[in-house]
């Protein structure tokens, strides 16, 4: 089908593909008219038939030669049934897709698979992020790990002073005439049994960290777990459906450790209160640690090279972790 446009509008739009642009296709049953008014054309057509596809062309002009627009809308979804009962063949591909590397640090959602001890399929899980994908700071960490072992010191070293040292009060010698240093007490720091001076005495090696800063660290220590099965081929951060193990039997945490691919130590992370069960079956286990999801922490994360969390535990970290901090 022809389109009637004057040539002398083509020609004050200049050549479209210099511009970039492809050419209209051919809509059937539709003629396109132009209206030249200030050299802005208005044109829209429509395909006749299924009603499939509509499309629309528009131009502007703003203080300069004017820009040509297209856009297409897909009014109808393809099945099976809509092309005689089998898909296009130029719209399936024998290849291989590939994934293009994800970059870290975007606050883009993850979609991770959800299993269970039996390596059982749950379906799948959406990662908050803004919690799971941060940029890393290695300074954060350091500030909040040093914040943790400083708060979790206990401070209990004492020394004795001369007033709490066991000793006699009495001056050793007389103050001149012997050609002895002056003393007035045995129980200063220069005598065997003394006192220490400007020893430590108990107290907290405390310091404040800005809650801001402690929640953004474990957001990193999460987000560096995740993105970790990128670069390690391996599954850092694994989303179980619960953590009920069926027996108290340690051999069966063995086994499904034993089935995780370069795994040494292992952190789990329930949402509630932890089952008995599973507390009898890792005591016995330096390896593999267990955790609630009010106690996570940044230095446990990085001591374990695994981190299994269950899906009551991903929401109760995301809801905390959306919930504004009180000033």
Known sequence: ???SISRRIVRSFGSLSALGFRKFPTVAGRSF???GQNNILNLSGRIVGDNLLHAECFSFSKGGPSFLGFRRFSTTILTPDSNGGAFPSDLLSSKTVLTPERTIGLYEDLVVPVTNFHNEDHGLMVLAGDVFDVPI??????RVVLWQLAKRQQGTHSTKTISEVSGTGRKP?????????RHGSLRGPQFRGGATMHGPKPRSHAFKL???????????ALSARAAEGKYYLTEQLLVFEDLEVPTHKTKNIVNYVN?????KKLLLVDGGPINEKLKLAIQNLHYVNVLPSIGLNVYSILQHDTLVMSRDAVNRIVERMHTPINR
């Open 210 to 220: 800005n809650k801001k800063v402690r929640r953004l660290g474990l957001k990193i």
């Open 33 to 35: 008219q132009a209206s």
């Open 259 to 263: 089935q995780m691919e370069n795994t």
């Open 1 to 3: 089908m022809a389109l």
């Open 173 to 181: 010698w007389q103050q001149k005439g012997l050609g002895r240093a």
């Open 137 to 142: 700071r290695k300074d954060i960490i350091h």
